[in-house]
C-alpha cells in the first residue's frame, strides 16, 4: 500500500509577515475548577504540558513583538434561537451554557467566568498589543474577523496552537489555508477530546501532515521566531 510521506519545504518565517494565532485561551478550556470542556482534554493538557507551552509562545510573541491573533469562543442567549442542529459537540457544548456570556457589551458575571480569558494569560492576551477577535461561533473562523486582521497587517505566515487540535483549531487551520496562508502547527502546544471511537489528537495530526506548511514543536517554533526576529 503506497503510504503518503512527502514533506513540504521548511516554512521560513520573516518578523513583518508573520502573526502568532491562538484560539480558545479561555477559563471553559484552560482553567481546571472553572472550565467544562477542560474535563474532555484534561489529561492531554497535562501529557504535553500544553498550558505551559502555549505560555512560552506568548512571552516570546510579546518579547519580541510579533503580531498576535486570538480567537475566543463565545455564545449569548440570542444563540439559543439556533433551530438548526449544529452538531454533535456543539449542540452538547450549547446545552450546558459553554462559554455563555449575557451580552456582546455587557461584561456583567463575566469576570472569572467559563467564557473569560484563562487568568495567568491575561498579561498577553489584554496587553494593548495583542488582537482579540470577534468570536468564533462554531468551529471555523468564517464568522469572525481573523483572515481579516491578519489581511490588514499584511500576514502571510501564521503560527497556530491552541487547546482544541482537531476540532475548533483545525477548522481554523483549514480557514486561513483556504485564505491563501502559509500555517505552522505547533504539535505540544495542543490538545484534543477523547471519544468512544478515540483520542482526536492522532486525527489532529494525520490531518495536519496532509494540509499544513509545517508541524513544528515549541521549542523549535520559538527558536524560528528568534532567528527571524533577528535577521
Not at 503510504?3 to 518565517?13: D, G, L
Not at 451554557?97 to 480569558?117: I, Q, T
Not at 482537531?166 to 485564505?179: A, F
Request: glycine share 8%.
Amino acid at each position: 500500500m503506497f503510504k503518503f510521506t512527502h514533506r513540504n519545504p521548511e516554512m521560513q518565517i520573516d518578523k513583518q509577515h508573520t502573526a502568532l494565532v491562538l484560539a480558545d485561551m479561555q477559563n471553559e478550556f484552560l482553567e481546571e475548577k472553572t472550565g467544562t470542556y477542560y474535563e474532555l482534554i484534561a489529561d492531554a493538557l497535562k501529557k504535553r504540558n500544553v498550558i505551559a507551552n502555549l505560555e512560552e509562545l506568548l512571552k516570546t510573541a510579546q518579547e519580541l513583538g510579533y503580531y498576535v491573533i486570538h480567537s475566543p469562543h463565545w455564545y449569548y442567549p440570542t444563540d439559543l434561537q439556533w433551530n438548526v442542529p449544529p452538531g454533535a459537540i456543539a449542540h452538547y457544548l450549547i446545552g450546558i451554557g459553554f462559554c455563555g456570556r449575557k451580552d456582546p457589551v455587557d461584561l456583567e458575571g463575566f469576570h472569572g467566568s467559563r467564557a473569560d480569558y484563562y487568568e495567568p494569560f491575561k498579561k498577553y492576551l489584554m496587553d494593548g498589543h495583542t488582537c482579540n477577535t470577534s468570536p468564533h461561533k462554531h468551529f471555523g473562523c468564517e464568522a469572525n474577523d481573523v483572515i481579516k486582521q491578519l489581511h490588514m497587517r499584511g500576514v502571510r505566515k501564521v503560527i497556530m496552537a491552541g487547546p482544541v487540535a482537531n476540532i475548533c483549531l483545525e477548522s481554523h487551520m483549514r480557514d486561513i489555508i483556504e485564505g491563501g496562508f502559509e500555517v505552522a502547527m505547533v504539535r505540544d502546544a495542543v490538545a484534543a477530546g477523547v471519544n468512544e471511537e478515540g483520542d482526536g489528537y492522532p486525527a489532529a495530526m494525520v490531518n495536519w501532515r496532509f494540509m499544513a506548511n509545517a508541524v513544528w514543536t515549541t521549542e523549535e517554533a520559538v527558536k524560528r521566531l528568534r532567528v527571524a526576529a533577528a535577521s
